[in-house]
């Protein structure tokens, strides 16, 4: 807003950490599912009806992030070769990054409808694409459905917390590092 001409002193590495004091950050995992449950909670997730339910069983047969998945569009998945390819702007890491599809998550992109009107996978109701809001409702709707008809509901039990969707990145690596014997990070292409 050019209150002030110079360089910004904020923007000093450590010039403002002796006045202010470091700052820490209180990192927790989001709450995840164990891998035992995640079929029980598939079976209950495919009963649901609606776009936020089919953008979080995207989400959980990819194991991707959800603002990749409410912002998918049509052209990114290749159907034949069985990929989608996430463009680098929707990447946290800003790097394209190609996630292969699964007989479930073809099943499942086969299943819907493409409205002719928009690019997008995921579209509300009320117009725009879906939100995490919208698919946190789901998560806590089937969490107190299942707890109504006497379970336990899906709760993460070392946090004592309902699952949260980004938590279903941790449920597929925990499967991946306990069930299989890829490894957990992918070498980078060389040449």
Same mark, same amino acid.
């Given at each position: 807003?050019?209150?002030?001409?110079?360089?910004?002193?904020?923007?000093?590495? *450590?010039? #403002?950490?002796?006045?202010?004091?470091?700052?820490?950050?209180? =990192?927790?995992?989001? +709450?995840?599912?164990?891998?035992?449950?995640?079929?029980?909670?598939?079976?209950?997730?495919?009963?649901?009806? *609606?776009? +936020?339910?089919?953008?979080?069983?995207?989400?959980? #047969?990819?194991? /991707?992030?959800? *603002?990749?998945?409410?912002?998918?569009?049509?052209? =990114?998945?290749?159907?034949?070769?069985?990929?989608?390819?996430?463009? %680098?702007?929707?990447?946290?890491?800003?790097?394209?990054?190609?996630?292969?599809?699964?007989?479930?998550?073809?099943?499942?992109?086969?299943?819907?409808?493409?409205?002719?009107?928009?690019?997008?996978?995921?579209?509300? +109701?009320?117009?725009?694409?879906?939100?995490?809001?919208?698919?946190?409702?789901?998560?806590?709707?089937?969490?107190?459905?299942?707890?109504?008809? $006497? $379970?336990?509901?899906?709760?993460?039990?070392?946090?004592?917390?309902?699952?949260?969707?980004? $938590?279903?990145?941790?449920?597929?690596?925990?499967?991946?590092?306990? /069930?299989?014997?890829?490894?957990?990070?992918? +070498? %980078?292409?060389? $040449?």
């Amino acid at each position: 807003m050019e209150y002030r001409d110079g360089d910004n002193p904020a923007a000093w590495k *450590g010039v #403002l950490e002796p006045i202010l004091g470091r700052v820490k950050r209180n =990192e927790r995992p989001h +709450p995840a599912l164990p891998y035992s449950e995640i079929g029980a909670f598939m079976t209950d997730l495919r009963k649901r009806e *609606g776009t +936020p339910a089919r953008a979080l069983e995207l989400i959980i #047969l990819t194991a /991707t992030r959800a *603002g990749e998945t409410f912002q998918a569009k049509w052209h =990114e998945f290749d159907m034949d070769s069985r990929i989608w390819t996430i463009p %680098a702007d929707r990447m946290k890491m800003k790097k394209e990054h190609r996630v292969p599809l699964s007989d479930d998550a073809v099943k499942l992109l086969e299943s819907m409808r493409r409205n002719s009107d928009s690019q997008f996978l995921f579209l509300s +109701p009320r117009g725009g694409i879906v939100t995490s809001h919208s698919v946190s409702l789901v998560i806590r709707d089937m969490h107190e459905s299942a707890i109504n008809a $006497g $379970g336990k509901g899906y709760i993460d039990p070392k946090q004592d917390e309902v699952v949260s969707t980004h $938590g279903f990145r941790s449920t597929f690596r925990d499967w991946a590092g306990e /069930t299989t014997a890829y490894q957990r990070e992918v +070498p %980078a292409k060389r $040449g």
